[in-house]
């Protein structure tokens, strides 16, 4: 019995040891996703350490929320011109005629999501493609502009006289889905521009989990975005950060994995790809149809392929500040290798042409959706005073 009281204690000890440790690794836990809170949601890609070559962030405010209404209607493109055999290399970017009026204040800066040049200025080996479903995903690069210009354009009598691209955009999602467990986060994406220069951002975070945060850095031109790098940083909680970044120079894509690979035109990166489709329906609407077809080249971490949209059906989407008119646009699973990601998007056109649902699907146990939970916010100068109403006029 006596014996007994000295083991009791130990196992209350040990008991309470246990209880600690247990308390200390919840509030470490709890610390960290405060910390993660805290900091500024653009730190990743300002590029200010001495070895660090990460491009600066475009700086943005967004004052105003974009209004849906019904998208533009731009001036037709003309027949397309004489193809031209040269070597492959990528074109250096036109400035456009949006990047003149861009030369305002880098508040100014640029432009939403939706963005495209004059499909008139598409050079005739351009990859970005639409076609039919007739059309096999094989089909080469030089088949396309031919199907694309075979698509009927705006009447003229609706089309304005030159595109202006739009100001800077922000999109908020709610994030939910499921990945060793259902997962609850938020997630946003930007599109930003200075003159010819733009950034796409990405950010998904989940509280107690991590996130994953996305920057495409380059040049706007007569095709739309051409990236110029592309970095992709992975945060674990107790774990070190997972950081992989693609350059695209002159000639060749160099992958993350140090792969070298032939530069292919109209290549897109992760983040861009959500930006040169808004760009592509903003200059051809008539081709954000169903039946219609999608496709380009992407460069992925450590691989570079031809990646196939079919537009599936158009839907309502309901969602927290009203209904939505959208396209659904799949990705062929032909298209994926191994445990990449496939990317649903519903592009709304009376959002300009922006993704109002993203569903990221790797198989039937991880998958992540993104649904717009309020009105995107732009940049620009704030809207001008109401006049004032008889009564309050100043008399003199």
């Not at 640029?110 to 089909?139: H, K, R």
């Not at 994953?212 to 909680?237: A, Q």
Request: proline share 11%; with cysteine; hydrophobic share 45%.
């Amino acid at each position: 019995m006596g014996a007994a009281l000295p083991g009791g204690r130990t196992s209350r000890a040990r008991v309470a040891r246990r209880v600690g440790w247990c308390v200390l690794l919840v509030a470490v836990a709890i610390g960290h996703w405060w910390l993660a809170a805290q900091l500024p949601d653009s730190r990743f890609g300002e590029g200010d350490a001495e070895d660090d070559d990460t491009p600066r962030a475009i700086e943005v405010a967004f004052i105003r929320e974009l209004q849906p209404a019904a998208p533009p209607v731009y001036a037709p493109a003309p027949p397309p011109r004489a193809t031209v055999t040269r070597a492959v290399r990528r074109p250096e970017p036109a400035a456009s005629a949006a990047s003149q009026a861009a030369s305002a204040p880098a508040a100014e800066v640029a432009e939403a999501a939706s963005a495209p040049a004059s499909a008139a200025s598409a050079p005739p080996d351009a990859p970005l493609a639409v076609a039919d479903t007739a059309m096999p995903a094989s089909a080469p690069a030089s088949a396309v502009p031919a199907a694309v210009a075979a698509a009927p354009s705006a009447p003229a009598s609706s089309a304005v006289a030159s595109f202006d691209w739009p100001p800077s955009t922000r999109l908020n999602y709610d994030f939910n889905g499921y990945y060793r467990g259902p997962v609850l986060g938020n997630a946003k994406v930007e599109w930003l521009r200075d003159g010819s220069h733009y950034q796409v951002r990405l950010e998904v975070r989940v509280p107690m989990l991590g996130g994953r945060k996305m920057v495409s850095d380059g040049l706007l031109g007569p095709d739309g975005l051409t990236p110029r790098r592309y970095d992709e940083v992975t945060d674990r909680l107790f774990s070190d950060s997972v950081s992989q970044t693609v350059r695209f120079e002159a000639d060749r894509i160099v992958l993350a994995n140090q792969k070298v690979n032939d530069w292919v035109p109209g290549v897109q990166d992760t983040a861009s790809q959500f930006v040169q489709m808004t760009w592509l329906f903003l200059a051809q609407p008539e081709l954000l149809q169903v039946g219609r077809t999608v496709e380009f080249p992407l460069a992925l971490p450590r691989r570079v392929g031809r990646w196939t949209y079919d537009v599936r059906e158009q839907v309502t989407l309901y969602l927290p500040f009203g209904e939505v008119n959208a396209f659904h646009l799949e990705p062929r699973p032909s298209s994926k290798r191994g445990k990449e990601w496939l990317v649903d998007m519903w592009i709304a056109p009376s959002l300009q042409y922006l993704p109002a649902r993203i569903l990221l699907r790797q198989d039937a146990e991880s998958y992540g959706e993104l649904i717009l939970n309020s009105r995107p916010l732009q940049s620009g100068p704030p809207p001008a005073p109401p006049a004032p109403q008889a009564s309050e006029r100043i008399v003199r």
